[in-house]
T-cell receptor, first 112, second 114 residues
Framework: DVKVTQSSRYLVKRTGEKVFLECVQD?????MFWYRQDPGLGLRLIYF???????EKGDIPEGYSVSREKKERFSLILESASTNQTSMYLC???????????FGDGTRLSIL | KQEVTQIPAALSVPEGENLVLNCSFT??????LQWFRQDPGKGLTSLLL?????REQTSGRLNASLDKSSGRSTLYIAASQPGDSATYLC?????????????FGTGTLLAVQP
C-alpha cells in the first residue's frame, strides 16, 4: 500500500512566522502535490512537482513556495504566515498522470 | 474554466439501501475522473479511477460510471453500511491540457443510519 506521511497532524503558528510542512511518500512516485481544503471551497491545488527540483504553480500559489530536493519528500513553505492561511493542508502523490493520487492524513494548521 | 458540482450536498439513508452519488463537470475534455472518500479530520482515500476512454469501474460494492459527452459521473454504492458514512468527493483530471491537475467537487456528505 502507498504511504504518504505528513509530518504533523496539528500545528499552531504565529503571524509572520516561516512555516514548513513536510510530506514523504514511500512508493517512488514522480508526482507530488500540495492542496488546501477549506469549508465551502473544497480542495484547491497550491503547487505540484513532477520530478526532483521541478515544480509548477497550482491555482492558489500566492504566499507559498515549495521544495523538492529528493524524490520522496515535498515541502510546502509559508514564507510569512498570515491568518488567512489557517486551513487543512493535504499532500498527495502519484506514479504517473494516469494513476490515482494517494493522500496523506493532512495537517490542520492554525495561524494566530 | 472547469467546474465540478456534486449533488446532493448531503444524503441520509437507512442501512441496506442502494444509493447513487452524482458528479457533473462543465468541460468534457478531461483525462480521467477519480472518486475519493474522506472521513472526518482525515485525508482522502482513493476509491475508483476512470480513464476518459472507459465507461465504468467497479470495486466491491462500488461502481463508478463516466459519460464524458454529458459531463456526468455517478458513484453507485450497493447495500450501504454504516461504515460507508463519509464525505465522497469526485475530481476530474486533465483540465486545460495539464493532465497532472485535479479539480475537485465540494463533496456529498453521506450518513448511513443503522
Amino acid at each position: 500500500d502507498v504511504k504518504v506521511t505528513q509530518s504533523s497532524r496539528y500545528l499552531v503558528k504565529r503571524t509572520g512566522e516561516k512555516v514548513f510542512l513536510e510530506c514523504v511518500q514511500d512508493m517512488d512516485h514522480e508526482n507530488m502535490f500540495w492542496y488546501r481544503q477549506d469549508p465551502g471551497l473544497g480542495l484547491r491545488l497550491i503547487y505540484f512537482s513532477y520530478d526532483v527540483k521541478m515544480k509548477e504553480k497550482g491555482d492558489i500559489p500566492e504566499g507559498y513556495s515549495v521544495s523538492r530536493e529528493k524524490k520522496e519528500r515535498f515541502s510546502l513553505i509559508l514564507e510569512s504566515a498570515s491568518t488567512n492561511q489557517t486551513s487543512m493542508y493535504l499532500c498527495a502523490s502519484s506514479f504517473q498522470v494516469v494513476r490515482p493520487q494517494h493522500f496523506g492524513d493532512g495537517t490542520r494548521l492554525s495561524i494566530l | 474554466k472547469q467546474e465540478v458540482t456534486q449533488i446532493p450536498a448531503a444524503l441520509s439513508v437507512p442501512e441496506g439501501e442502494n444509493l447513487v452519488l452524482n458528479c457533473s463537470f462543465t468541460d468534457s475534455a478531461i483525462y480521467n475522473l477519480q472518486w475519493f472518500r474522506q472521513d472526518p479530520g482525515k485525508g482522502l482515500t482513493s476509491l475508483l479511477l476512470i480513464q476518459s476512454s472507459q465507461r465504468e469501474q467497479t470495486s466491491g460494492r462500488l461502481n463508478a460510471s463516466l459519460d464524458k459527452s454529458s459531463g456526468r459521473s455517478t458513484l453507485y454504492i450497493a447495500a450501504s453500511q454504516p461504515g460507508d458514512s463519509a464525505t465522497y468527493l469526485c475530481a476530474v483530471g486533465g483540465y486545460g491540457g495539464a493532465t497532472n491537475k485535479l479539480i475537485f467537487g465540494t463533496g456529498t456528505l453521506l450518513a448511513v443510519q443503522p
